[in-house]
Every structure is written in structure tokens, then in C-alpha cells.
């Protein structure tokens, strides 16, 4: 069962306009989440965290919002730049010790010139 | 900067062939994780190790062992290559304490023929 959900496995944005990725979870027990941006042959790289005490978490042109009631997490990229076309996933660690995260299936972004 | 380094960037192999891949972190993590990413299915994890010789089974572990000698290696044994099993491998670490972050390998791109 899929804890961690994202439902557009693609978006495309112009560069220069905002990009809103979508995130939803099942387990109301998850209180931290974190994004990750994978390009093509690499491996994914850390962008942004938030912790179930905050609704919004802000790093330069990144935000992470949560709504916990929702059980719904978006990341906002403004302004969007060709740069950052990549699979972004959403991940939270799991219960039980080790800090294994559950990762979502990933957006596919595309920032258009 | 935390370093995740895996052994290849690309290899083939036949079905029926035992394959080791290898990941090495230079951070001193006492947490290690192999995963494997396909199209649409997001990251998933095969296996994961909390310390040295210690192991635990993930979502996926089925056709895959792994071995943990060292605190800084980590190991994924496919002992009898099958074509479902071509993939994009990838090898995270991360500490174990106050931080749920992981830090990933540049992945080995895996084709059984």
C-alpha cells in the first residue's frame, strides 16, 4: 500500500512561472517529510524539509507547505528555471528505527523556455 | 561534503549471473540502504543496515542479499541476475540521529540480458 503518493507523474511549467508539486500520505503518524530532485544518471539529492510542527518551510526559491488535516504537502518553486527540470519525489521516514523513508513515485518537471 | 561512491556507473549482465555491487560513504553513517528506482514505481527499498554486519529486510528483498563488514561499505549480492532485476541501483547513507536526511550514490544502471 502506498503511503506516500504523488498522482502527476509528470508537470510542465514555463520557465519563469511558478511550479507546484503535489504530495499526499495515508499515515497520520508521519510527522516529518522531505523533497528530493533526481536528475537523469545521478543519484537524488536532498532539497527541502518540513517537520509536522511547521505549515511552511522556505529556502530561496523553494517552499514546502503541509496541511495536516489534508494530509497534503506541496513544493513551490518560484520562479521555475530550466534548471530544474528533474523527478522530484517526496519522501517521510517511517516508524521503527533506522530512518528509512517511504518515498513517493516522483514528478516528472519540465520547465519550457 | 558527505561522499556516496557506488562501484559502476553501467553493467551488464547475463541471467544466471551472481553480480555484487558495491557502495562505499566516507561519513562515518552508521546508516546504509540499497534501492532500486523504476519508471512509475518510484524508489523502493530492497535492503537496509543500522550497523556493522546488521541487516534488515526492506520492501523488496526478494532475489537480493546483502553484506555489511565495514561501517563504511555496504554490499548488494543479486545472487542469480534475472531480467526483471534491470534497473537503476542506487546506495544511500545517512546518521541515525536527529536527521531523517539520506545521502545517495550516483546509482549503477544495471541491464540483465
Known amino acids: 500500500d502506498q503511503q506516500v503518493k504523488q498522482n502527476s507523474p509528470s508537470l510542465s511549467v514555463q520557465e519563469g512561472r511558478i511550479s507546484i508539486l503535489n504530495c499526499d500520505y495515508t499515515?497520520?503518524?508521519?510527522?516529518?517529510f522531505l523533497w528530493y530532485k533526481k536528475y537523469p544518471a545521478e543519484g537524488p539529492t536532498f532539497l527541502i524539509s518540513?517537520?509536522?510542527?511547521?505549515d511552511k518551510n522556505e529556502d530561496g526559491r523553494f517552499t514546502v507547505f503541509l496541511n495536516k488535516s489534508a494530509k497534503h504537502l506541496s513544493l513551490h518553486i518560484v520562479p521555475s528555471q530550466p534548471g530544474d527540470s528533474a523527478v522530484y519525489f517526496c519522501a517521510a521516514p517511517e516508524a521503527g528505527g533506522g530512518n528509512k523513508l517511504t518515498f513517493g513515485t516522483g514528478t516528472q518537471l519540465k520547465v519550457e523556455l | 561534503d558527505v561522499k556516496v561512491t557506488q562501484s559502476s556507473r553501467y553493467l551488464v549482465k547475463r541471467t544466471g549471473e551472481k553480480v555484487f555491487l558495491e557502495c562505499v560513504q566516507d561519513m562515518d553513517h552508521e546508516n546504509m540502504f540499497w534501492y532500486r528506482q523504476d519508471p512509475g514505481l518510484g524508489l523502493r527499498l530492497i535492503y537496509f543496515s543500522y550497523d556493522v554486519k546488521m541487516k534488515e529486510k526492506g520492501d523488496i528483498p526478494e532475489g537480493y542479499s546483502v553484506s555489511r563488514e565495514k561501517k563504511e561499505r555496504f554490499s548488494l549480492i543479486l545472487e542469480s541476475a534475472s531480467t526483471n532485476q534491470t534497473s537503476m541501483y542506487l546506495c544511500?547513507?545517512?546518521?541515525?540521529?536527529?536527521?531523517?536526511?539520506?545521502?545517495f550514490g550516483p546509482g549503477t544502471r544495471l541491464t540483465v540480458t
Open positions: 499515515n497520520s503518524m508521519f510527522d516529518y
Open positions: 544511500a547513507s545517512g546518521t541515525g540521529t536527529g536527521t531523517y536526511e539520506q545521502y
Open positions: 518540513i517537520s509536522s510542527i511547521k
